[in-house]
């Protein structure tokens, strides 16, 4: 799957799948999905940044907040990167801290 270019946003919708550009940190104190910066969403994970670890870690994260199982969720770019683009096929709910429009 090709990038996208979420035009300034940090996410879009792709008829039912959500596609995320993410700021990753790795080896936080917690797992949290935190706030915007720019184009990017900030989610923190406890997981250190070995060889993609961090990012498998933050897609079994993010698919228990999404209510998706992890094969849902395609890592488009930056598995060893905290630059990250993730599509979440079908998400059955959005976090309560998530300001996402509906699809």
Known sequence: MKARN?????????????????????????DVIGKTKGN???????????GGRATDYMV???????????SN????????????QLRIQAPKKIPKNLQVDEF
């Open 6 to 30: 979420l035009e300034h946003l940090f996410y879009e919708w792709n008829d039912d799948v959500l596609v995320l550009n993410i700021l990753g940190t790795p080896a936080a104190k917690r």
């Open 73 to 84: 969720i395609e890592v488009v770019y930056g598995r060893e990167s905290i630059h990250k």
């Open 60 to 70: 079994a994260f993010l698919a228990k907040e999404f209510g998706v199982n992890t």
């Open 40 to 50: 990017q969403l900030k989610i923190s994970v406890k997981a250190q940044p070995h």
